[in-house]
Antibody, heavy 116, light 107 residues
Framework: EVQLVESGGGLVQPGGSLRLSCTASGFTFSNYWMTWVRQAPGKGLVWVANIREDGSEKYYVDSVKGRVTISRDNAKNSLYLQMNSLRAEDTAVYYC?????????WGQGTTVTVSS | DIQMTQSPFSLSASVGDRVTITCQASQDINRNLNWYQQKSGKAPKLLIFDASNLETGVPSRFSGSGYATAFTFTISSLQPEDSATYYCQHYYNFPRTFGQGTKLEIK
């Protein structure tokens, strides 16, 4: 079964850091671009970042540039999102998603809450 | 960045109705558009890709059309399980952007 499982979410103070992880199974992870998408409470979907199969290309939405880093470890079938200098507006469910153009496989999401 | 504008923001319809949602791109995106369904508390699900291609396993009552800046998503005969929020999303360039969503309620 193709599956993505996120972890690492939680409550963090403004200005703090958090590292999200996503473990893939059921497919050849190293063959796919991967994506993070977030959704603030009661709001719509926001594409956050993309990473190429080999990690050589990365793209970010402007609102996280300089604060967030997407990375991957193909040997561990894992995708990461390092988030620094967190703000209240980063509060959201973060989804790990397979794909670059078509988002066919989604994880269940991990919740990040930025609050003092 | 390309802006995606969906309408309506919400709608209410009855079982069996034909429902249409529109999505307008702020610039020409060819046919680089997808449609997703998100049910409450769940991850989104891809329904339509490349503007008009039905994803495998998705009922044929769902369809999409359009090109360049104007796109349409249609449910030909609404079913109770179609209650959800629907999003368009472009992949013409980076950053990818989603429409703001259309919440569909069944009367």
């Amino acid at each position: 079964e193709v599956q993505l499982v996120e972890s690492g979410g939680g409550l963090v103070q403004p200005g703090g850091s958090l590292r999200l992880s996503c473990t893939a199974s059921g497919f050849t992870f190293s063959n796919y671009w991967m994506t993070w998408v977030r959704q603030a409470p009661g709001k719509g979907l926001v594409w956050v970042a993309n990473i190429r199969e080999d990690g050589s290309e990365k793209y970010y939405v402007d609102s996280v540039k300089g604060r967030v880093t997407i990375s991957r470890d193909n040997a561990k079938n894992s995708l990461y999102l390092q988030m620094n200098s967190l703000r209240a507006e980063d509060t959201a469910v973060y989804y790990c998603v397979r794909g670059r153009q078509f988002f066919r496989v989604w994880g269940q999401g991990t919740t990040v809450t930025v609050s003092s | 960045d390309i802006q995606m504008t969906q309408s309506p923001f919400s709608l209410s319809a009855s079982v069996g109705d034909r429902v249409t949602i529109t999505c307008q791109a702020s610039q020409d995106i060819n046919r680089n558009l997808n449609w997703y369904q998100q049910k409450s508390g769940k991850a989104p699900k891809l329904l339509i890709f490349d503007a008009s291609n039905l994803e495998t396993g998705v009922p044929s009552r769902f369809s999409g059309s359009g090109y360049a800046t104007a796109f349409t998503f249609t449910i030909s005969s609404l079913q109770p399980e179609d209650s959800a929020t629907y999003y368009c999303q472009h992949y013409y360039n980076f950053p990818r952007t989603f429409g703001q969503g259309t919440k569909l309620e069944i009367k």
